[in-house]
């Protein structure tokens, strides 16, 4: 059944499915496991239970999501090795060493608190307990560190040589790790994080405002998220302004395909093609609504600087437009569209109608799920713009993969897909189930902390108080 | 040069063997499900590993990630080699670790993810002992990449050492039951623990029988002067941890046997080394062949010096955080 199907084709697709299933996982717990340790903070300053209860509410999501997050996680650590092999004898000297200083950073690290950070503050006591919470939210930020840093390399590499066997060779540590794309990958993939995890929150909030108004914990929650909205959107913009500046710089044929651009612009002013549909075969986009000058103003922020066309480039050399084209534009939107949502709630605030502004609320709960769509298109465009290769310029996609049969690589691909969707969307729907519950404001009961006895009974009803 | 590579591949073997014994008892829990009385036990039974089990899960990731690393050549070798095997064994690790939390989460669908465990820690045992097996028996490599087929890992002989390991780990996970809890679910476990005992001694002993005559240059180094000598001590030790494990068994000591087991497993492990040394991929892939550059081997030692020890502080802590037997009454969710 894999016979339209090359090894290479099907080993590319088994890639990009467990990638975007797994970074679905980290965008949100990078962000939580931050604003986990901002409520623990805020219970122990402040001595108010419900900063404790909402930490307990959040916890329980965390749980479940970043055990989806390790598991598929681990399969990515092995991809490297089952379908891409040539990619991993030749880049593993370089790549290797900084995914092993990921593992010895940040994945122990995590693993080594999240027990006592979940479970473990009556057993350590409330300060042991906040360091514990505190580390696991640096444990997330180091593993974006040196992931964002291996993938950031493999579009901007430097500081490497190549030896007899063909492979890189590490010459200068420094330059591998600040390549030039990182800092900029780094800002604006952390950046996404906060946000994907600011609009799950105060989607949830606004949820739970619409459906109890009285409740503590719910305002709370849209307050902060709302918050984090304003003040980190505008950053954000900015943060994916300077890193398409750097990959114009670094990788023009990307920006190319990204902007629809077949032609070149010697002259400079480019257009902005807002809308159109790129035909790679034909190498012209079609039905497009562009304004004028506003490409080279974006992207150069001048009007005469010199812009390459995809033309510009052998084609053996091009990434494909008609998708990145589109999900470019994806993220964008969703950017601007958290923009909106940010200043709304500003106004909504000022005019004292935050928790009670009905349609700003909705348009939150509308916007809830908008940070994934954003980090995916985003990772889509920036992955699919790296082709045809895997390192940039220098090893190409095809030179990388393992020799395996298409059959092997199709029926692990089908493997995968199955497993996949039922087991993270069994995940997805007790994520969920969890943010349905109602949040509580007060401590009912004696009970403080994790523990819940393991009596068979409606456990997971906890939570919910009516 | 070869003294990095070497020290590499020390650092490697102890990730591997760690992760064998820790996540041994985690998947040997799972692996004894069935046995255990009703869902109240097997809650107990998730409990003793719930705080601890992604840390040991982690050592898989750093001795996969390490191999990357500092043997990208024998990485690259071994993946599409023993590709079947690792798509397996990654996915009973997705049941397998879902599960923890699945389990709270689900209201009628408790007993299904209580299977997905056993069949994902099932399944991932069973990876891991044919993955060891086919090691064993050698893989074929020519230039610089796999050369054989996708089913070549699929011979009696890894079958066999799959049994192993899947009844090592049901003894690691009934030992640590037995160190872990009390009452009826440690009387269990100790039921339990003598018969799996038994069995894992015989297919050690197969196993071991059947090492020497799978090549010809495990024969010599087993029964030549001077790697020969250890043909004598290992199974001398290997009787001294079988006795301390009966002895455990029959005190009704509460380390005892899970101790010895683990000294079971080193040994094994450290048979094995005999074995495969100085290659890291038998036949042919020498630990200095498949090494990466010696800039790639300093930079990660710089850090792994550093940070190892301070894992291993910190893990212990963790361990001394959630000391003690834990009953029904503790529940971590």
Redesign the interface.
């Known amino acids: 059944m894999f016979e339209t199907f090359s090894a290479l084709d099907l080993a590319r697709f088994q890639f990009a499915f467990t990638i975007s299933a797994h970074i679905i996982f980290p965008a949100f717990t990078i962000g939580l496991a931050s604003f986990l340790a901002v409520l623990n903070a805020l219970w122990l300053w402040r001595g108010d239970p419900v900063y404790l209860r909402l930490f307990d509410y959040w916890k329980t999501i965390f749980?479940?999501v970043f055990?989806?997050g390790?598991?598929?996680?681990?399969?990515m650590?092995?991809q490297?090795?089952?379908n891409w092999?040539?990619f991993?004898?030749?880049?593993?000297?370089?790549?290797?060493?900084l995914?092993?200083?990921?593992?010895?950073?940040a994945?122990?690290?995590?693993?080594?608190?999240?027990?006592?950070m979940?479970?473990?503050r009556q057993?350590?006591g409330e300060g042991v307990h906040m360091a514990a919470t505190a580390i696991v939210a640096i444990g997330t930020l180091f593993s974006a560190f040196w992931i964002l840093s291996v993938n950031s390399w493999m579009q901007t590499p430097t500081g490497y040589g190549v030896?007899a066997?063909g492979?890189f060779?590490?010459?200068d540590?420094l330059a591998v790790i600040f390549n030039p794309s990182f800092p900029y990958r780094l800002v604006h993939m952390v950046l996404a994080a906060y946000l994907t995890t600011a609009f799950m929150v105060g989607g949830v909030g606004a949820w739970h405002l619409i459906r109890s108004p009285d409740s503590r914990g719910a305002a709370i929650m849209f307050s902060m998220a709302m918050w984090m909205a304003l003040a980190v959107t505008p950053l954000q913009i900015v943060a994916g302004d300077a890193h398409g500046l750097n990959t114009l710089k670094h990788q023009p044929a990307k920006i190319a395909a990204m902007e629809g651009h077949y032609e070149g612009f010697p002259q400079g002013g480019a257009p902005l093609i807002l809308f159109g549909l790129p035909d790679d075969q034909a190498e012209v986009t079609r039905w497009k609504v562009e304004i004028p000058y506003l490409g080279s103003l974006i992207l150069t922020h001048s009007l005469d600087v010199p812009l390459k066309g995809l033309k510009d480039f052998p084609p053996e050399d091009r990434p494909k437009s008609a998708l990145i084209f589109w999900t470019f534009r994806i993220m964008v939107a969703v950017g601007f569209a958290m923009l909106g949502i940010g200043l709304w709630a500003a106004w909504a605030r000022f005019r004292k109608r935050l928790y009670t502004a009905r349609w700003l609320h909705l348009a939150a709960v509308a916007m809830a799920p908008s940070g994934f769509l954003a980090v995916l298109c985003g990772w889509i465009t920036t992955e699919v713009g790296r082709q045809p290769f895997t390192v940039y310029g220098l090893l190409r996609t095809v030179d990388s993969a393992?020799?395996?049969?298409a059959?092997?690589v199709g029926a692990?691909l089908m493997?995968?897909v199955l497993?996949?969707i039922f087991?993270f969307g069994?995940?997805t729907l007790?994520v969920l189930?969890?943010m349905s519950l109602r949040p509580r404001d007060r401590i009912e009961t004696e009970e403080i902390g994790?523990?819940?006895?393991?009596?068979?009974g409606?456990?997971?009803l906890e939570g919910q108080d009516g | 040069m070869a003294d990095l590579a070497e020290i590499w591949a020390a650092i490697i073997a102890f990730a591997v063997l760690a992760y064998v014994v820790l996540d041994g008892f985690d998947l040997g829990i799972g692996i004894l499900f069935p046995v255990l009385k009703d869902r109240q036990e097997r809650h107990v039974a998730m409990n003793t590993i719930a705080p601890v089990w992604d840390g040991n899960e982690t050592w898989l990731v750093l001795g996969g990630g390490g191999l990357f690393a500092v043997f990208p050549l024998a990485y690259a070798v071994v993946m599409p080699a023993l590709y079947p095997l690792i798509i397996a064994m990654l996915l009973g690790l997705v049941f397998r670790g879902v599960a923890f939390e699945f389990i709270h989460r689900s209201a009628r669908r408790k007993g299904f993810w209580e299977a997905g465990f056993f069949a994902g820690s099932v399944v991932a045992a069973l990876a891991q002992g044919m993955a060891l097996g086919a090691l064993v028996q050698g893989i074929a490599v020519e230039g610089r990449a796999y050369a054989g087929g996708t089913w070549d890992w699929l011979t009696p002989f890894s079958a066999l050492t799959a049994l192993a390991l899947l009844v090592g780990y049901a003894l690691l996970g009934a030992g640590w039951l037995i160190w872990k809890t009390g009452g009826d679910t440690q009387a269990r476990a100790r039921r339990c623990a003598l018969p799996l005992a038994v069995a894992l001694l015989a297919l050690i002993g197969a196993v071991s029988l059947a090492t020497p005559f799978l090549r010809p240059e495990y024969l010599a180094r087993w029964f030549s002067w001077p790697s020969g000598i250890w043909s004598a001590v290992v199974p001398v030790l290997m009787a001294l941890a079988a006795w301390h494990l009966w002895r455990g068994l029959r005190d009704h000591d509460d380390r005892r046997p899970f101790l010895a087991t683990v000294a079971i497993f080193v040994l094994c492990y450290l048979g094995l080394g005999i074995s495969f040394y100085p290659n890291i991929v038998p036949p042919g892939l020498s630990i200095a062949d498949a090494a990466a550059p010696a800039a790639s081997l300093r930079f990660l030692l710089v850090g792994a010096a550093v940070l190892v020890p301070m894992i291993l502080v910190y893990t212990s802590w963790s361990y001394w955080v959630f000391r003690g037997k834990i009953g029904p009454e503790d529940g971590y969710h």
């Open positions: 749980a479940v055990g989806m390790v598991v598929s996680g681990i399969v650590s092995y490297f090795g089952t092999s040539v991993s004898d030749k880049a593993g000297p370089i790549v290797g060493p995914m092993g200083y990921e593992v010895l950073s994945f122990f690290l995590e693993a080594g608190f999240l027990g006592v979940l479970f473990g057993r350590v030896n066997a492979q060779v590490p010459e540590w393992s020799p395996l049969q059959g092997a692990s493997a995968f497993v996949y087991v069994t995940g007790y189930r969890l994790p523990t819940r006895t393991a009596a068979p409606p456990v997971t």
